[in-house]
Each structure stands twice: as structure tokens, then as C-alpha cells.
């Protein structure tokens, strides 16, 4: 098997060893522009961002200017 396809398998096999080892807790970043996953450890299990500090913090910018940006406007 070429390298490149045994590549592939490890990560497809390694994904699902997660998913049925953790269910629920592999999901997707809830930044659009993020291509990142994110594995939840939390109790709760509401994290929503690969990375606090990156997209975590991004999106709360966002969210902030445009409430600013809409209140600025009224």
C-alpha cells in the first residue's frame, strides 16, 4: 500500500476509534472560516472552538463589533 493511502487509513481508522471511544465529544469548530475539529473534554460538553485564544476569541470580536456597529447605527 503506498504511503500516502496508508496515511489516509490511519487517520479515517484513528477518527473512528474516537468517535466510539468519546461519542458526541468530536465536532467540528463553530468558526465557518475554520476547517479544525475540536475534541470536547469538558463536563458540560458545550465547548464550540478548536482554540479559545484563535477562533474562540474571533468570534466573540465579531459578535461584539456588530452589536456596537447595530446599536451605533439606531
Known amino acids: 500500500m503506498?504511503?500516502?493511502?496508508?496515511?489516509?487509513v490511519d487517520a479515517v481508522l484513528a477518527w473512528s476509534a474516537v468517535q466510539q471511544a468519546?461519542?458526541?465529544r468530536l465536532r467540528p469548530c463553530?468558526?465557518?472560516?475554520?476547517r479544525r475539529f475540536l475534541l470536547e473534554r469538558s463536563r458540560t460538553n458545550k465547548a464550540r472552538w478548536c482554540?479559545?485564544?484563535?477562533c474562540g476569541n474571533r468570534m466573540k470580536a465579531r459578535r461584539?463589533?456588530?452589536?456596537t456597529c447595530d446599536a451605533a447605527a439606531e
Open 2 to 8: 503506498p504511503a500516502e493511502r496508508r496515511k489516509a
Open 22 to 24: 468519546l461519542p458526541g
Open 30 to 34: 463553530a468558526n465557518p472560516e475554520c
Open 51 to 54: 482554540s479559545m485564544a484563535v
Open 64 to 67: 461584539r463589533c456588530r452589536r
